[in-house]
Every structure is written in structure tokens, then in C-alpha cells.
């Protein structure tokens, strides 16, 4: 990255206490999509924040190609964080691919996290024999034609189907974070995650985990939720939100918040 990690990556340590919370979004948001989780948290954790190397709000030319090519340099970004922070044990929240990336950086230093929460975590959104991810190979290439041929109008079609819930302020904030991110990087990166399959490494997983579906995810179908609670080896549970679509901290933080707490609780 040829700086320091912690700067590059826009690390951000906030709130008090002596827990440690890990807060890693997913592809297409940046670490402002807990703006409206952190107050349910801060009083009682100290909270790390960081984007992902993809995002808008990073620095682009910090994005390699040639070693972005699957979830592990993702995961090396996460410990590499933790490790210049000096956190020798955290809690863990992760969004979409960044629920993905916690699994596997637990599995490489289970000591380091206590307890994972996964909200609409996929380990493979293709369709496969016995596998309902949600999408055929083919309907995936037309997302990626669609990106590539117009980005404007695949974001202005797409944030709406991805928030789900009828919160026109989740949308327009989710539009504004697609919007800054590049977008041969944006795409690059979606070929990255709907073409991975970690349902192998699910079983090597020994943190507990919390699980947490919206009833209604136009990205993760429930079966998912299921899938990874029966193939997680550690204590594993789901939790369903009476709400629908893939991202409930920008459309229903009130409830949100209040399940991973109860989550941190157990």
C-alpha cells in the first residue's frame, strides 16, 4: 500500500471501555454506513472502524489488481489492523463480504475474536447442486454487462433493489457510496466475491457466531442463513429481522442496534 495501513485504510478508533468491537462493512458502502449503529455502542466499547480497500473513500491507486483477487489479501488487511492496534482479543461485525472475511481471519487466529456477528453473510451466492446462494451464473453476467455498459444507471437500479425497505434516505445514502467508488474497481471487485466459494472452509470455523437475515434479502436468500448455521462449527445462531432488505443498518437501525446487542450479551 506503500503507507501505514492504519492511514491508508482510514482506521478509526472511537468510544470507551475495555471490550474491543470491530465494525467491517461491505462492498459498495464505507465505514460511514454504521454512522446510525455506533451510538447503540459506544458508551460501553472501544470501536475500530476501517474501509475496505475498495471503497470510494480509499485512495484508488491504494488498490492492487494483481493482489485483490480473492477474500485472503481482505484478510490480511483486517489482522494486519488489528495487529498494529495491539488487539490481542475483539468481537467481530461484519456486513456481506466482510461477515466472509471475518470467518476466514478466525479461522487463521481463532484467539483474536470472541464472538462474530454475520449479517447477510454469503459464502456462495451462485446456485449450485443441493445450493441455493440465490443467483444463476448466468443472471450474474448480466449485472456485470450492466455495470460495465451504463455504471450510473446500474447504481441507480440496484441501490433501490439492495436496501429493500421503502427508506428513501438508505437508498440515496447507499447511491452516494456506490457512486464513489471507481468503477472498473467496483466491478472487479463483484467478479471477486460472487465468484467465491467458501463453503469448504465453513466447517474449520470454531468462534461462536451470530447470524443475523433480513425476512426479505434480494442478495442472500433465507436458506443461506441456514446453510451456515448447520455447517459453522462453533455455536451457531440466526437471527431473522422484521425487515427486509441487505442492509439494516442503513434502513433499520432501530433494529438493528438493539440485536447486536443482545448478540454481544450472549
Known sequence: MGTSILHGLNVRVVGAGERILVFAHGIGTDQSAWQRILPFFTQHFRIVLYDLVCAGSVNPDYFDFSRYTSLDAYVDDLLNILDALGVDRCAYVGHSVSAMIGLVASIRRPQLFSKLILIGASPRFLNDENY????????????????????????NGFAPLAVGADVPAAVMEFSRTLFNMRPDITLYVSKTVFNSDLRGILGLVRVPCHIIQTSKDVSVPASVAEYLRTHLSGRTTVEVLRTEGHLPHLSAPALLGPALRRALSR
Open 132 to 155: 441455493h446462494g440465490g443467483f444463476e451464473e448466468a443472471e450474474i453476467h448480466e449485472v456485470f454487462s450492466a455495470m460495465q455498459a451504463n455504471y450510473e444507471a446500474w447504481v
